[in-house]
Nanobody
Framework: QVQLVESGGGLVQPGGSLRLSCAASGSISSINHMAWHRQAPGNQRELVAVITNDGTTSVADSVKGRFTISMDNAKQTVYLQMSSLKPEDTAVYSC???????????????WGQGTLVNVSS
C-alpha cells in the first residue's frame, strides 16, 4: 500500500518555528513532485509549496521568505521548515505526491492525512 505519513504539527507561539515531515512508503518507483497544502477553517485549500524531483521549488507568496520546502530523495521524505509563524498560518497542513508505483506501473496522486498547525499565544 502506497501512503504518505505526516508529522511535526502542533501548537507554537507567533514568531516561532516548526518543521513538518511527510514520508512516502510502499511500492514507489519514482516521485515526480511532492507538495504541501493547507486549509484553514472556512477557507479553501491553498498550495503552500512544491518541490520536483530535480530540486526545483516554488512557494506561495503568502509564505515566501518564511517557509522552505526540501526533499530527501533517498528517504522519500519532504520537509516544510516554517519560521516567523503567524496566527494566520494556522491550518491543517497536508502533503501530496505525484508518484509512479510498481506492479503494475502506473501514475498515482496520493495524499497524507494532514497535521494541524496552531499558531497562538
Amino acid at each position: 500500500q502506497v501512503q504518505l505519513v505526516e508529522s511535526g504539527g502542533g501548537l507554537v507561539q507567533p514568531g516561532g518555528s516548526l518543521r513538518l515531515s511527510c514520508a512516502a512508503s510502499g511500492s514507489i518507483s519514482s516521485i515526480n513532485h511532492m507538495a504541501w497544502h493547507r486549509q484553514a477553517p472556512g477557507n479553501q485549500r491553498e498550495l503552500v509549496a512544491v518541490i520536483t524531483n530535480d530540486g526545483t521549488t516554488s512557494v506561495a507568496d503568502s509564505v515566501k521568505g518564511r517557509f522552505t520546502i526540501s526533499m530527501d530523495n533517498a528517504k522519500q521524505t519532504v520537509y516544510l521548515q516554517m519560521s516567523s509563524l503567524k496566527p494566520e498560518d494556522t491550518a491543517v497542513y497536508s502533503c501530496n505526491a505525484a508518484v509512479i508505483v510498481r506492479f503494475p506501473y502506473r501514475h498515482l496522486e496520493i495524499w497524507g492525512q494532514g497535521t494541524l498547525v496552531n499558531v497562538s499565544s
